[in-house]
């Protein structure tokens, strides 16, 4: 084995570029400039945006009903408050997640609780849920985070034996199913962000945009008068008292709603959801299969009824230190790193010990909001959650590719086990 890079030896992964694939640019432009032509930035009753929403329906979401939004965050806000969610209530969501999933519960008043991780598949521990619920918890956001699906089966069966809703937040998951299904069609609403561009983004990425989706019609009407002033036909479809007399001059409280020329985007995107979804997992069981004799990563697991899809922000996997003589993970990334061959590292912190979450904070200048110790806001200890505090600094990410050069997925295995063989010169 060659000297490592990172001391002055020559990198194992040599590539200016590492994806191939390109969107369908002159589809995109030419969807843009329809709206364009015919000023039809905010028609949500265009031909593209219902085709989009039918579309959406079908392939991801598998709900009866689908909104698209300004972005992944209204989505969740708009789902939250379709459920009930309100002042003093608590909701459950694992630590190791994104401040947007439980985020917005707190703008309506709520506080999160944080729950532990399964320390093999980073998703939420549903047998940590019954040390977190109390008489105040209303809600569980499940997210399915890097494309990584939730054991929905015992979240569910808690959720219903304890009269709570169940928000998916289904960012980073696009495409993918539990026992079949397509997550955000499992619990009462589902949440998907589009935000980016593709490749990159998320995996129907509109630059920025979302889409809430629900079975429940009475989540629906409540999405619909939150969030989507002017829609088309919303005076026909708002049908419940009182949430009906908002639509006799076509008002709602905010106005969530997406530009056309974003759902223009992510038509294309979506269009090519399958075929990007499918080269992803293609790729990544190659790359696994190359690298299955290094022993300081291991790859996160799979529920059996869980079919992981989307992979935003790349694979996680596992860093065992005690692999390579307790060679930190930041120092065997640097190394990897230098031989070509990024391994991202764990993006998010446990929110338990993050701030404002660590210590509190008022949201308001007179001290008032969900999360301040004057309202009786108590952090969670430090030590409170075992797997999320062992699993969490180790955690490292492989990239997703949909059309990678020939030979890249070889050299950048190669870089990998190049540093794990050498690994001695780094201690």
């Not at 969610?85 to 985020?103: A, H, K, Q, R, V």
């Amino acid at each position: 084995m060659s000297k490592l890079a990172l001391l002055g030896g020559e990198p194992a992964c040599k590539f200016d570029r590492r994806e191939l694939w390109e969107p369908d640019r002159e589809r995109e432009l030419a969807l843009c400039e329809q709206i364009i032509r015919e000023r039809a930035f905010s028609d949500t009753g265009h031909p593209i945006a219902l085709q989009f929403e039918r579309n959406f329906k079908e392939k991801v979401a598998g709900t009866e009903y689908v909104l698209p939004q300004n972005n992944g965050t209204s989505t969740l806000l708009a789902a939250y408050f379709a459920v009930g969610i309100g002042p003093g209530d608590e909701i459950i969501t694992p630590t190791y997640n994104w401040l947007c999933s439980f985020g917005p519960a707190t703008l309506l008043g709520a506080r999160p609780v944080f729950c532990d991780i399964d320390a093999d598949t980073l998703c939420l521990d549903a047998a940590d849920l019954p040390r977190r619920v109390s008489e105040r918890t209303k809600a569980i956001c499940v997210p399915h985070l890097f494309g990584a699906v939730c054991d929905m089966d015992p979240i569910m069966a808690f959720a219903r034996e304890h009269d709570l809703k169940v928000v998916e937040d289904c960012s980073h998951s696009h495409g993918a199913r539990y026992d079949g299904k397509l997550i955000g069609s499992i619990g009462d609403v589902g949440c998907f962000s589009m935000q980016g561009g593709t490749p990159g983004g998320k995996p129907v990425a509109a630059g920025e945009g979302g889409v809430v989706a629900t079975n429940n019609r009475h989540y629906y009407e409540r999405i619909l008068a939150l969030g989507h002033l002017n829609r088309y036909n919303i005076q026909q479809e708002l049908t419940e008292e009182p949430l009906n007399r908002l639509t006799r001059a076509g008002w709602a409280m905010v106005k969530f709603r997406p530009t056309n020329l974003s759902l223009c985007i992510a038509t294309v995107a979506l269009s090519a959801l399958e075929y990007r979804n499918r080269r992803v997992q293609e790729n990544y069981d190659e790359l696994l299969d190359l690298i299955s004799d290094v022993a300081c990563l291991q790859p996160i697991k799979e529920y059996p009824k869980a079919q992981n899809c989307g992979y935003y922000g790349s694979m996680r996997v596992i860093y065992r230190p005690d692999a390579l003589s307790g060679l930190p993970a930041e120092r065997f990334q640097e190394a990897v790193a230098a031989e070509g061959a990024n391994l991202r590292g764990r993006t998010y912190d446990g929110y338990h010990i993050t701030p404002p979450f660590d210590t509190g904070m008022a949201y308001y200048d007179d001290g008032r909001g969900p999360v301040s110790p004057s309202e009786g806001y108590v952090p969670q200890p430090r030590g409170d959650l075992p797997n999320a505090a062992k699993v969490i600094p180790n955690i490292l990410a492989l990239p997703t590719m949909i059309d990678p050069p020939e030979g890249y997925v070889e050299a950048f295995a190669a870089a990998i086990q190049k540093v794990e063989a050498s690994h001695g010169d780094l201690l």
